[in-house]
């Protein structure tokens, strides 16, 4: 059973608001995800980190930023929010290769409204 | 460059039909495939994954993939449908064995009519 989670699962906000999503794992992983999903629309991936101090950006290029103090925590952090970051937010994790190909395991992910 | 082309966006069967849904994938190298599914309101959850161990894969919930190297594909099929398979499912693909870039199909709404 997966445990990741994620908060607040809902958030309307209004524009220039500065927001913070969570993202919470009890599993001891070292890599995290953030992975932004539009309706109907394949995943993309903004954001990653393979452990602590250690943050990448993804493949699609995001305003947000994100921290890795602790191995458990994963906070994605939208300065300054736009009606463009509109979108559903899903958090992953996943544990090292060690021989075995491992699975991402997801969050059940952020509706962020931009009003 | 690997991507992932998922055939028909909404795939709609009755109960106890088969399901078929298709995942074509490019890669130039060989591949790690999977398929996650959905459900309404939820994160993604993995149905089966390809690791070139076998290329029939079995999965949860009675799912299971056939990879087919010559034909790029790993479609996904379940003999017969149930009401509660309706969600939305993503086939992915890494060419990394820590599978840290796994990139997504657009996804297959699945309906099952009663």
């Known amino acids: 059973e997966a445990d990741i989670y994620q908060t607040p699962r809902y958030l309307v906000i209004g524009t220039g608001k500065k927001i913070t999503l969570e993202c919470s794992q009890t599993?001891?992983?070292?890599?995290m995800y953030w992975y932004q999903q539009d309706p109907g629309m394949e995943l993309h991936l903004i954001h990653y980190s393979y452990g602590v101090n250690s943050t990448e950006k993804g493949d699609l290029s995001s305003e947000s930023t994100v921290s890795r103090i602790r191995t458990e925590h994963f906070p994605l952090t939208l300065e300054s929010a736009r009606p463009s970051h509109t979108s559903q937010y899903l958090c992953a994790s996943s544990a090292g290769g060690g021989g075995i190909l491992p699975e991402q395991y997801f969050g059940p992910g952020t509706r962020l409204t931009v009003t | 460059a690997q991507s992932v082309t998922q055939l028909g966006s909404h795939v709609s069967v009755s109960e106890g039909a088969l399901v078929l849904l298709r995942c074509n994938y490019s890669?130039?190298?060989?591949?790690?495939l999977f398929w996650y599914v959905q459900y309404p309101n939820q994160g993604l959850q993995l149905l089966l994954k390809y690791t070139s161990a076998a290329t029939l894969v079995k999965g949860i919930n009675g799912f299971e993939a056939e990879f087919k190297k010559s034909e790029t594909s790993f479609h996904l099929t379940k003999p017969s449908a149930h009401m509660s398979d309706a969600a939305e499912y993503f086939c992915?693909?890494?060419?990394?064995?820590?599978?840290?870039?796994?990139?997504f199909g657009s996804g297959t709404r699945l309906s099952i009519r009663p």
């Open positions: 992915a693909v890494s060419v990394d064995s820590s599978a840290s870039k796994i990139i």
């Open positions: 599993m001891g992983h070292d890599k």
């Open positions: 890669s130039s190298v060989p591949p790690y």
